[in-house]
């Protein structure tokens, strides 16, 4: 059974003036506990694929099931609510609330999840702990540099613990020693406590980590190890 389900997707770009197809006939099943890369090239759809795989966008044509939800033909109140309960993102640039400290950030999906204030201090310190963030708690955003503040985007999608995680170039701002510690943590999370992790990367250390790598080129699979579990 896949926990995502992709069949014959593509997705045009519209702008009026030009159409660009960022993704063709793409199909690909992800099994539940996978530890996958999506590999490429700048523009080569790394963000587009996995933007509908959290139903942040819909495919032109195609067909796309997650986690039980079929994107393409669900509300956007269901596509809300599915995104709050089983996904987790790590988006490229961050997205935290400047008017939040880091920790209020990082526990932002589960204050709206209603989890109780210990419970969120207790998960939300010890992922600081862990990513090398102890003691810039009660930071302001822009007090934290790019590889902080992309920590701090991390710990918000890691926090709520989703059975999907979705990280598009996590590691892109962080330096070898934090990249390299992030890779450990995603990966003993997937190990542990069988989260399955979809991830893009352009960098050839952190696609080495994956069990299984998806290249893409023009929209298009090049290649995919099926290494799954
Ligand atoms: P990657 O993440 O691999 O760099 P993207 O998914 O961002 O690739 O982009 C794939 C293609 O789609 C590129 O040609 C890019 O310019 C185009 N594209 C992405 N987002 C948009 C958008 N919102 N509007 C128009 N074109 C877009
Ligand atoms: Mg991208």
Same mark, same amino acid.
Request: charge should be neutral; glycine fraction near 8%; include cysteine.
């Given at each position: 059974?896949?926990? &995502? ?14 159409r660009i197809?960022?993704?063709? +006939? ?11 890369v999506? @590999? ?5 759809? =790394?963000?587009?694929? !996995?933007?509908?795989?959290?139903? !942040?966008d819909?495919?032109?044509?195609? $067909?796309?099931?997650v %986690? ?5 033909? @669900?509300?956007?109140?269901?596509l809300?609510?599915? #995104? *709050?309960e ?5 988006f490229?640039?961050f997205? !935290?609330?400047?008017?939040?400290t %880091? %920790? ?12 109780? =204030?210990?419970?969120?201090?207790? #998960? ?9 963030m102890d ?5 302001m955003?822009?007090?934290? $540099? ?5 920590r701090?985007? &991390?710990? #918000? ?8 995680? *979705?990280? +598009?170039?996590?590691? %892109? $701002?962080? +330096?070898s /020693?934090? $990249?390299?510690?992030?890779l450990? !943590? ?5 190990e ?8 893009s ?5 952190? &696609?080495?980590?994956? /069990?299984? #790598?998806i ?8 290649? +995919?190890?099926?290494?799954? &579990?």
């Open positions: 059974m896949g926990l &995502i389900i992709m069949h014959k997707i593509s997705k045009v770009y519209d702008n009026g003036r030009q197809k960022a993704v063709s +006939d793409l199909s690909l099943t992800i099994k539940p506990g996978e530890f996958t999506l @590999a490429g090239p700048s523009g080569s759809g =790394k963000s587009t694929v !996995l933007n509908l795989m959290g139903g !942040l819909l495919p032109t044509e195609g $067909s796309i099931s %986690a039980g939800y079929r994107i393409e033909q @669900a509300s956007s109140r269901t809300s609510d599915f #995104r *709050l089983s996904i987790g993102f790590i490229q640039s997205n !935290l609330l400047p008017v939040l %880091a %920790a209020e950030n990082a526990e932002y999906v589960l204050l709206l999840q209603g989890v109780d =204030k210990a419970e969120r201090k207790k #998960r939300v310190d010890e992922l600081f702990y862990e990513l090398g003691g810039l708690q009660k930071r955003p822009c007090d934290l $540099s790019g590889g902080q503040q992309q701090v985007a &991390i710990i #918000r999608a890691l926090a709520s613990k989703p059975e999907l995680i *979705l990280a +598009d170039e996590p590691t %892109a $701002s962080l +330096d /020693k934090t $990249s390299e510690s992030l450990k !943590l995603m990966s003993r999370l997937n542990t406590s069988g989260t399955t992790f979809v991830f990367s352009h960098d050839p250390r952190v &696609i080495d980590h994956a /069990k299984r #790598r290249m893409l080129e023009d929209g298009c699979l090049k290649s +995919d190890s099926k290494e799954c &579990i």
